[in-house]
């Protein structure tokens, strides 16, 4: 009954250092999307996956990169990290880009650090 | 420019007594508002929805309501239980993409 998976949990980086947010869903779902959540604000989008192939930008994508690896995974990669991006990632799916009430379920969060 | 704001950081209320926590929010564009429950170290988890053309919703213990011509939404809890004490995202749709308020943290206390 995993759900999604994110992976790692916790990291540090040092500024300019590049890292692989993994995340994987067991829930046969076509959507995937890619959050950070700061202190004090509510959750961004930073890229979203409407199926598998397809990747779009959210709110917030500058800095960031991703890939649809297959209709299960969806990871996010820091080519360069700063520490504006310090902050909790969270990974999520949903059944269908269809619209307004569709239910998402997310991951657990990363916790990034960069110093 | 904040499209969904929830003015209050944290609200107390005693077990068994309402909880009512309230948004606000600026995008007339909006076709859905959801209600999200966060405890700490996991992510969000999905609690009730409401139509912009609805004006009411009801699952349980738990109540949207509405106001379009206010731009205001509220989630009742009735009666509050210890188990919900956790941050509360109000949420708006808008093409495909969700828009978060910053949360507000609800303690039952006992």
């Known amino acids: 009954n995993a759900g999604v998976t994110q992976t790692p949990k916790f990291q540090v980086l040092k500024t300019g250092q590049s890292m692989t947010l993994q995340c994987a869903q067991d829930?046969?779902?076509?959507?995937m999307y890619w959050y950070r959540q700061d202190p004090g604000m509510g959750l961004r989008l930073i890229y979203y996956s409407a199926s598998e192939g397809t990747t779009d930008k959210g709110e917030v994508p500058n800095g960031y990169n991703v890939s649809r690896l297959n209709k299960r995974e969806f990871s996010l990669r820091l080519e360069s990290a700063a520490p504006s991006q310090t902050s909790v990632y969270f990974c999520?799916?949903?059944?269908?880009?269809?619209?307004?009430?569709?239910?998402?379920?997310f991951g657990q969060g990363t916790r990034l650090t960069v110093v | 420019d904040q499209q969904v704001k929830q003015n209050s950081p944290s609200l107390s209320v005693q077990e068994g007594r309402i909880s009512i926590l309230n948004c606000d929010y600026t995008?007339?564009?909006?076709?859905?508002f959801l209600w999200y429950k966060k405890y700490p170290a996991e992510g969000p988890t999905f609690l009730i929805s409401i139509s912009s053309i609805k004006d009411k919703n009801e699952d349980g213990r738990f109540t949207v309501f509405l106001n379009k011509s206010a731009k205001h939404l509220s989630l009742h809890i009735v009666p509050s239980q210890p188990g919900d004490s956790a941050v509360y995202f109000c949420?708006?749709?808008?093409?495909?993409?969700?828009?978060w308020g910053a949360g507000t943290k609800l303690i039952i206390k006992p």
């Open positions: 995008n007339s564009m909006f076709d859905y």
């Open positions: 999520a799916s949903s059944e269908a880009l269809r619209g307004g009430n569709t239910e998402a379920f």
């Open positions: 949420a708006g749709n808008s093409n495909y993409q969700l828009i």
């Open positions: 829930m046969n779902h076509n959507s």
